[in-house]
Nanobody, 128 residues
Framework: QVRLIESGGGLVQAGTSLRLSCEVS????????VAWFRRTPGKGEEFIAA???????????SSMKGRFIISKDNTDNARNTVRLQMNNLSPEDTAVYLC??????????????????WGPGTQVTVAS
């Protein structure tokens, strides 16, 4: 059983940056992928980016490239953490941000249905 917990959300002003964290725990995570999605009432779950747990490979939705950056923290104190750096935020980025995981990695895995473990989410609100 894999457990994912998001943190780092909050209320920010437009044009600023925010970094979210996803702490992953549980069974051995070899050949595992972690992704970030966001959920809004009108759009449902929208894929942002994903990373392979060990290999460092990442892929990002075209609409998110340039502002959203996913990374795996490899420092001693946070080896089980995946980050999402979000830059130049706008009110349209207001959403619940969720991290999700699954066994296996492929850049074609971009649907919420492709991932089977989810965190509860963290709210990000961007004020104009």
């Amino acid at each position: 059983q894999v457990r994912l917990i998001e943190s780092g959300g909050g209320l920010v002003q437009a044009g600023t940056s925010l970094r979210l964290s996803c702490e992953v725990s549980g069974r051995a995570l070899s050949d595992y992928s972690v992704a970030w999605f966001r959920r809004t009432p009108g759009k449902g779950e929208e894929f942002i980016a994903a990373t392979h747990w060990h290999g460092g490979a990442t892929y990002t939705a075209s609409s998110m490239k340039g502002r959203f950056i996913i990374s795996k923290d490899n420092t001693d104190n946070a080896r089980n953490t995946v980050r999402l750096q979000m830059n130049n935020l706008s009110p349209e980025d207001t959403a619940v941000y969720l991290c999700a995981g699954r066994r296996g990695y492929s850049s074609s895995l971009r649907s919420a249905a492709d991932f089977d473990s989810w965190g509860p989410g963290t709210q990000v609100t961007v004020a104009s």
